[in-house]
């Protein structure tokens, strides 16, 4: 949503941050005085495992293309302290914002300190509904969700298992596991659900209805 003017004020706001694999970019504990997006490479985040043998408790990776070091920015951060370590698995380079400056694009530029702090916080919501849901919050789904609990999307599940249509082979933890990664979209009869040529957003599970697809007028596309 940003204009090539506000891309390039973002852009001269940046310092290059290179690294090296094995690097830590930062550490649990101190002071979060930056936040930046991964040009390139591969970082990890992970925190000290409290059990007996030690060790880390994996997060999961940042990959090209996403925030680093940016949960300060969240109204639910009460403290300036760094969650996670982040280190480097492979040579990369970030392009890093300090706070500061974040600040004084607040004051002086409102604009585009509202499209940062909207990439932001985005991504770290994703960051949090993928590590506890398996599923990103707001990965371009532009479908009518509905409200669905696991619970019934498991009965859906195991109803079509015993009737051989889906998922013959499946045990129970496995349906409750793909259960609580799923999110359900309903259409009306008649709605024109995919058409030739768009993105395709995900995959479909039909649990009831039906949806067909036709071509008409050389223009293809799905409909319930």
């Known amino acids: 949503e940003l204009a090539v003017g506000e891309l390039e004020d973002l852009a001269e706001l940046c310092s290059p941050f290179g690294f090296r694999k094995a690097e830590v970019l930062f550490a649990r504990g101190e ?3 930056w936040f930046g997006v991964l040009l390139s490479g591969r970082a990890s985040a992970s925190l000290p495992h409290g059990g007996a043998g030690g060790g880390e408790l994996r997060l999961g990776d940042h990959l090209p293309g996403e925030v680093v070091g940016a949960s ?10 760094r969650a996670y370590t982040l280190r480097a698995e492979e040579d990369g ?20 300190h509202h499209a940062i702090l ?6 770290l919501a994703d960051a949090c509904g993928s590590f506890f849901r398996g599923c990103p919050v707001s990965c371009s789904v532009r479908w ?20 051989g249509k889906l998922f013959p082979g499946a045990d129970y933890h496995t349906l409750l596991a793909l259960s609580c990664r799923l999110r359900v979209t309903q259409w009306q009869a008649r709605t024109s ?13 039909v649990l009831d209805g039906k949806l067909t ?8 596309h799905l409909e319930a």
């Open 31 to 33: 002071p979060a005085s």
């Open 118 to 123: 909207r990439v932001v916080l985005g991504q």
């Open 213 to 220: 697809g036709f071509r008409d007028a050389g223009f293809a």
């Open 193 to 205: 659900v995919l058409a030739r040529g768009e993105p395709l957003a995900g995959a479909l599970l």
């Open 144 to 163: 009518p969700l509905g409200a669905f609990t696991e619970r019934r999307l498991l009965d859906f599940f195991l109803k079509l298992r015993d009737e």
């Open 93 to 112: 380079c970030i392009a890093v914002i300090s706070y500061d400056q974040l600040e004084n694009v607040r004051r002086l530029q409102p604009g585009l």
């Open 72 to 81: 300060r920015a969240a109204l639910w951060e009460k403290s300036h302290a």
